[in-house]
């Protein structure tokens, strides 16, 4: 086979969550599959984090606006190389394609009611662009691969889209998310101090940013330890609103705003965190879940859509909407050492049920089936 995946982004230097599942999935088949050729198209960037081998090959188009890429750039490029297959990533895909086209849909929030406090102009940009192409190439696609059951079903139903057109293939974490020692942490360019509070949020509403600020202020007011709080990825224009409106100004000198974490201090970060908060209001899959629970860090998550699922049934979860659910499980992992270490264990355990390796068997099978139903 000839394959295709479009990775447009994973050259760029922040890097986000579909850029690190493209680029995992790569990774494993190129490890693992000798046999057919891939033609990995991607933006030209700064962080060349894949390098071509015998049947990899990277093809730079050139261009940042990301509509006229895969709209135009994209099939042009994939067209002429004579591909079987053109896997796209991120959602959306071309309207316009020759080649059979599997599509990931990591999920359908850009279906759903839109937040209007959502102010972020390239969130709100991508929100609008998958509203208008999606509707229209779901009929183009042999395969439609999402990462959960939950948004499988989703998916499904809300698309009344035949379920043998949807597969659900798991995500991964990577094998270097493991737990750290004491002299091998880098954390300390983040917090002056371990035993933090360790929170990935940013402006999207969903992040559930200003309930878990407003949660993280009941625990400092009950608590005798007030361990501080590390907050990635986050504006600082932004958090000052949330504590003005809130009337919460105790949370704001012991908050540690780094900026962006670059996901190889990731495990150093998470090794030194009292517990991490992933308190989303809704989620396809969960990755920093599963990279916590392997360094060994107690998490606190959701009980809403796929959270459950991907941390599992004994996992911490709380109702993300109660400000008051999210204080009294980090006050219970501060008092009770017992069940402390109950999470620490689950969690270790729990993590090792996911892989990159495993998710890309089930891609290249999944490729395979597709190559031979278009073949006959």
Same mark, same amino acid.
């Given at each position: 086979?000839?394959? /295709?995946?479009?990775?447009?982004?994973?050259?760029?230097?922040?890097?986000?969550?579909?850029?690190?599942?493209v680029l995992q999935e790569i990774i494993e088949l190129q490890k693992?599959?000798? $046999?057919?050729?891939?033609?990995?198209?991607?933006?030209? /960037?700064?962080?060349?984090?894949?390098?071509?081998?015998?049947?990899?090959?990277i093809i730079e188009i050139e261009g940042s606006f990301y509509p006229t890429w895969e709209q135009f750039k994209l099939p042009k490029a994939a067209e002429a190389l004579g591909i079987d297959l053109l896997h796209c990533t991120s959602n959306t895909a071309p309207l316009r394609c020759k080649l059979p086209l599997v599509l990931t849909l990591h999920?359908?929030?850009?279906?759903?009611?839109r937040d209007?406090?959502?102010?972020s102009l390239y969130q709100n940009l991508g929100w609008f662009y998958r509203r208008l192409v999606v509707p229209h190439i779901l009929h183009k696609c042999r395969r439609i691969i999402t990462v959960s059951d939950f948004e499988r079903a989703n998916i499904i139903s809300k698309l009344s889209l035949p379920e043998q057109?949807?597969?659900?293939? @798991? =995500?991964? @974490?990577?094998?270097?998310?493991?737990?750290m020692d004491d002299e091998e942490c880098r954390f300390a360019k983040y917090s002056a101090q371990r035993g933090y509070l360790f929170f990935l949020g940013n402006t999207d509403p969903k992040k559930n940013t200003e309930r878990t600020l407003i949660a993280y202020s009941k625990y400092l007011q009950?608590?005798?330890?007030?361990?501080?709080?590390?907050?990635?990825?986050?504006? $600082?224009q932004y958090l000052?609103?949330?504590?003005?409106? =809130?009337?919460?100004?105790?949370?704001?000198?012991?908050?540690?705003?780094?900026?962006?974490?670059? =996901?190889t201090d990731l495990p150093y970060v998470y090794s030194a965190a009292f517990t991490f908060l992933y308190t989303s209001l809704r989620e396809s899959f969960g990755i920093p879940l599963l990279e916590a629970m392997a360094c060994g860090t107690p998490v606190i998550t959701s009980n809403t859509s796929s959270m459950p699922e991907i941390a599992g049934k004994d996992a911490i979860l709380v109702n993300p909407e109660s400000a008051d659910d999210i204080c009294e499980q980090l006050l219970r992992l501060e008092h009770d050492g017992l069940f402390y270490q109950q999470q620490v264990d689950m969690g270790l355990k729990r993590a090792k049920l996911f892989s990159w390796k495993y998710t890309a068997e089930q891609l290249l099978s999944l490729y395979e089936n597709v190559y031979h139903e278009n073949s006959r």
């Open positions: 086979m000839k394959i /295709g995946i479009e990775a447009q982004r994973i050259f760029r230097t922040n890097k986000h969550g579909m850029d690190y599942v693992m599959d000798l $046999r057919n050729e891939y033609f990995i198209f991607v933006a030209p /960037g700064p962080d060349r984090c894949l390098t071509e081998s015998r049947n990899v090959h999920d359908i929030i850009f279906l759903e009611p209007k406090q959502n102010r057109q949807v597969t659900m293939i @798991y =995500n991964g @974490y990577n094998d270097w998310f493991r737990h009950r608590s005798a330890i007030k361990r501080r709080l590390l907050m990635a990825d986050l504006d $600082r000052d609103d949330i504590i003005s409106r =809130n009337h919460i100004e105790n949370i704001r000198r012991y908050i540690d705003m780094p900026g962006y974490i670059v =996901n």
